[in-house]
């Protein structure tokens, strides 16, 4: 069920920077919890970053740690995800998605957020 809405993807050459930004048009909302997650052609989706918006904590997966910072501006519940040190193995479409009820799993799975965009191409090549 799609509600948010991402914007920022596009081509970008290795060692490019992007930042997708995601909103919740129409709606006011108090979201527990924040993520960004991407699917590759052929793979499953998968967690990419996420934050926790009662103590501020983020968390990243391995292969983002470092290169990636993911924020939310407190006013409007704008999620950013920058990207920086873009390399080909993170092309794959990028979904915002948010927890606003009480939901099943952990801060890194699927199931844990009930909100979800539609999804934004990220393309890294030369």
């Known amino acids: 069920q799609e509600q948010l809405t991402e914007s920022g993807g596009g081509l970008v050459q290795p060692g490019g920077a992007l930042r997708l930004s995601c909103v919740a048009p129409g709606r006011s909302f108090t979201p527990y919890a924040m993520g960004w997650f991407r699917q590759a052609p052929g793979l499953e989706r998968e967690f990419v970053a996420n934050?926790?918006?009662?103590?501020?904590?983020?968390n990243y997966a391995d292969s983002v740690k470092g290169r990636f910072r993911i924020s939310v501006n407190s006013g409007d519940n704008t999620q950013y995800l920058q990207m920086n040190s873009l390399k080909p193995e993170d092309t794959a479409i990028y979904y915002c998605?948010?927890?606003?009820?009480?939901?099943?799993?952990?801060?890194?799975?699927?199931?844990?957020?009930?909100?979800w965009g539609q999804g934004t191409q990220v393309t890294v090549s030369s």
């Open positions: 934050i926790n918006l009662l103590d501020d904590t983020t």
């Open positions: 998605a948010a927890k606003t009820r009480p939901t099943s799993g952990t801060r890194s799975s699927i199931t844990y957020y009930d909100l």
